[in-house]
């Protein structure tokens, strides 16, 4: 007879802790952990490009702070709740006034994940959700495969756009554009 065993549930606090015991690289979604697998090149490589892309804008334009991936953004307490995007930028008017030594406790304006291989529809909905339900402005989810970027905002509108149309920060990142294939070239 198989015994069931009860879920772990953390809280952020211990999910702190437990992040600098551990080589592994996690997110906290609902109290329970979930681990991340390595990225691949491709991953790595259009992640880095959205970085160049964008930072360099919003640092031209003292927009305010861009995030690396890996960056820990607290979305909730309770549930608690922890994700960490490959991409993130907030404004400075949303910013915190110093960093802290700990998991940002503010939320980004805008967020980008990078599809990986081994990711589901459902996994990439979920985040998407998440980031929008907790006050992210926009959403890009970059899919290499398709070499498409959808921008997801809030009220589960989204648009996709392909490798010849120009991506635009609307009205969160005011005045950046791009070509999609600059993010895969």
Known sequence: MAVAT??????????WQLCYQTDKRLELVRGELRELAPANDEHGYITMQIAVVVAQFVKQHQLGYTFAAETGFVLSEEPATVRAPDFAYVSRERAPERWSRYFARFVPDLVAEVVSPTDTYGEVAQEVQDWLDFGVRMVWVVDPATRTVAVHRGGGTFRIYGEEDTLSGEDVLPGFVCKVSEIFS
């Open 6 to 15: 009860e879920k772990r549930i953390y809280t952020v606090d211990e999910f």
